[in-house]
């Protein structure tokens, strides 16, 4: 009925020859909310929403709706993109958008409501179906969360990403024997670089060595160009086998993957990395040089050239770094680091913040941001900083990887991954400072 109304109202003033101004109605629209009037409300959106937008009506639309949910006008953002909707029924991004506006303001139930329908107008879109099966795990509901992403797989037979998807379902919810026969399955039928990586690190949290290095070396002949297999072989090597025999072993299998992958610069700092451990200070200065002229674009081996110079020249280093990788996050880490050593904390804060804005899935930087906190903050900016990392979901960083990967705690949340890295962090300033005594 009171859609009824207003469309007969909005027909009669254009009859009249009144102008209908979109802005005005649409305020009108918000205004109603504010009454509690949501019928109201969605109405003069349907009946005014489109007037005067002859092109570019998609991303006009979506503006209105993100600057109206700014306002805290969710009815009527709602509202818009269920307009925009019965106009672009198939377009991914109006989905999403709906889809993310229901996680932030909706109930469990609109949210799961606006992802079924998108799958049925977009089955190809893989972010929808894992939007849906994540919400139905988080809620705790693991069948549901199962027969979603089977239903996916029947929708997109070879996507990567929902398999994997299923995977960590089964295995973070105890199930590791359903975990490996999915995983079986994707090396039967020729795998993917990924799904090789998961296997073996499914066996390594199982405990099983033997067959986690089995499939590495097995994942290392089929794609010999995937980095992280020859990192994980490296590690693997690392843990076993006596001190002699791990560094020969570890620094052949670096060769190695250096050679099929020689601008790789994650592999380059691992061996860096591995021959400062076993003290061979000059080698590691070699090895970050020949680096730096195969990867001369790599962030994170100029932040690690930083970081190794004597600590006067460090200013200088970092400046002339700063002109070559401005924006890089890891440059801006370890120039927020320097700043807090030199107690210049305003400064230090500042940058810090940077580079988790420039780089908010790096554990390290938020475990870093944290620490910093911790002894200069306040309980609100530690309360903050503690939030936005929560949220972020970090999954990289060195420190952050060798923690979360470890499998004692593998299923731990990130709040705990972030306070076991802060003590690794001191545990790291304190033996370099050993070092320099």
Not at 54 to 80: F, Y
Request: hydrophobic content about 40%; some cysteine.
């Amino acid at each position: 009925m009171v859609g009824k109304v207003v469309e007969r109202g909005i027909r009669s003033l254009q009859k009249e020859g009144l102008d209908i101004d979109r802005d005005v109605w649409m305020k009108e629209a918000e205004a109603a909310e504010r009454a509690g009037s949501v019928l109201t409300c969605q109405a003069i959106i349907r009946n005014t929403i489109g007037v005067g937008v002859e092109e570019d009506r998609k991303r006009t639309w979506v503006a209105d709706a993100e600057e109206c949910k700014k306002r805290g006008s969710i009815e009527t953002a709602r509202a818009i993109y269920a307009h925009a909707l019965t106009v672009f029924l198939t377009k991914k991004s109006i989905w999403l958008k709906a889809a993310q506006l229901e996680k932030s303001h909706g109930t469990r139930e609109s949210l799961d409501s606006i992802l079924r329908k998108a799958v049925t107008y977009r089955p190809q879109v893989e972010v929808l179906w894992l939007m849906g099966a994540k919400e139905k795990w988080l809620a705790g509901e693991v069948p549901a969360a199962r027969a979603i992403l089977q239903e996916a797989y029947a929708a997109i037979p070879n996507s990567e990403d929902i398999w994997l998807a299923a995977v960590k379902l089964e295995f973070e919810n105890q199930e590791p024997e359903r975990a490996r026969l999915l995983l079986a399955k994707a090396r039967e039928r020729g795998g993917t670089e990924r799904e090789w990586m998961k296997s073996a690190i499914v066996e390594r949290e199982l405990g099983n060595s033997s067959e986690e290095r089995k499939l590495l070396e097995e994942g290392l002949k089929l794609f010999p160009s995937f980095f992280k297999l020859w990192l994980m072989l490296g590690q693997f090597n690392d843990r076993f086998g006596g001190e002699d025999e791990r560094t020969e072993q570890s620094s052949s299998c670096s060769h190695m993957g250096r050679k099929r992958n020689p601008r790789n610069p994650e592999l380059w700092l691992a061996a860096v990395r591995a021959e400062s451990r076993n003290g061979n200070k000059k080698e590691s200065e070699i090895l970050i040089a020949k680096a730096l002229q195969e990867c001369p674009e790599s962030g994170i081996l100029w932040a690690t050239s930083i970081e190794m110079v004597p600590r006067p020249q460090r200013k200088t280093k970092s400046a002339d770094t700063l002109k070559r990788c401005n924006n890089d996050p890891h440059v801006i880490a370890v120039v927020a680091k320097m700043f807090w050593h030199d107690r210049k904390l305003d400064k230090a804060r500042s940058w810090m913040n940077r580079a988790v804005n420039l780089a908010p899935g790096t554990g390290d930087f938020w475990a870093m941001y944290y620490r910093f906190e911790l002894q200069h903050g306040t309980d609100e900016t530690q309360r903050d900083v503690l939030k936005r990392c929560v949220a972020a979901e970090p999954k990289h960083g060195e420190r952050w990887q060798e923690i979360s990967k470890a499998v004692e705690n593998s299923h731990l949340p990130v709040e705990a991954i972030l306070k076991k890295a802060v003590t690794v962090l001191g545990k790291d300033e304190n033996a370099a400072h050993s070092c320099k005594k």
